[in-house]
């Protein structure tokens, strides 16, 4: 804004372009990094059904039908050197793992969980580039929650 010499108040539009397109540039790019991630989930989806989950439609599936087990967010997220997965597991969970992914749906890490109970798995950044990474916990064939995790450099 401006004050013009007859003292009226005015906006200077043709200065306000520039403050206008870097700011549609930066929505535009968060939009991208969503469009990024809800399209690496589908695709981690897709290697889970591939590999033994028993149903694409066991992400939506409640926790009572996946026989109460919980998945947490790693901490710290980001991470650069190790993060740490809390996870629970009844006693009534035959078979577990804890499987990584890049966000083209590849299956890169895959943990066999044996204790049950509450218990976490460290997994260590320099087994991995740095990125943008999708986990999920398989109990029984059925895949429970996917969450994302960040590795810096």
Known sequence: MYESPDGMLAVDYVGLIPVLIQSIQELKSQIDMLTISESAVMS???????????????????????????????????FSNNTEIKYSLPQTVNTAYLCVYDLQGRQLKQITLSKRGNN??????????????????????????????????
């Open 44 to 78: 981690v989806k897709q290697a889970i059904k591939s590999s033994g989950g028993s149903s694409i439609n066991d992400f939506d599936t409640s926790l009572e039908e996946v026989k109460n087990v919980t998945l947490e967010q790693n901490a710290p997220n980001p």
């Open 120 to 153: 976490s798995e460290i997994i260590t950044g320099s087994e991995f580039t740095p990125g943008i990474y999708l986990y999920t916990i398989i109990a029984d064939g059925q895949s429970v929650d996917v969450k994302k995790m960040i590795l810096t450099e």
